[in-house]
């Protein structure tokens, strides 16, 4: 499964996304499509300066993710002697958030319901005096 370097899991990455002309486009849509491609094949080239920053590295990296391949996160984790990684499917991560997302729900409710208990006996005293 390794790959020789980043750069080679990287391409991999591309091959997944649909090739250097919609992974360029998809990096740089200003660009246009044969400057994005000839960009992006610079960069992966580590012959040239070119380089992806990280937040264009992070881009492809959840491109390809999108798409099935996860060659480039393996890859990185290879190279940096970290245990592989799962990926989390969409459907399972939504389920957590909504799971945490009731919790915390369900928190501010118990927080919201001892402070009306904690003003109660305050609103009880003006009302007598």
Do not use: F
């Not at 491609?37 to 492809?60: D, F, I, V, Y």
Request: hydrophobic content about 35%.
């Amino acid at each position: 499964m390794p790959y020789e370097s980043i750069n080679d899991a990287l391409i991999e990455c591309v091959r997944a996304c649909g090739g250097s002309k919609s992974a360029g486009v998809a990096l740089w849509p200003t660009k246009g499509v044969e400057a994005a491609q000839r960009h992006l094949l610079a960069c992966l080239n580590p012959e040239r300066n070119e380089k992806l920053s990280p937040n264009e590295l992070m881009l492809l990296l959840r491109l390809a993710r999108d798409k099935g391949c996860h060659v480039g996160m393996q890859q990185l984790s290879h190279e940096l002697s970290y245990a592989q990684p799962a990926p989390i499917e969409p459907k399972d991560e939504l389920a957590e958030l909504l799971r945490q997302n009731l919790e915390a729900h369900r928190e501010s409710q118990r927080r919201q319901d001892r402070i009306e208990r904690l003003l109660q006996p305050a609103a009880s005293l003006r009302s007598v005096a």
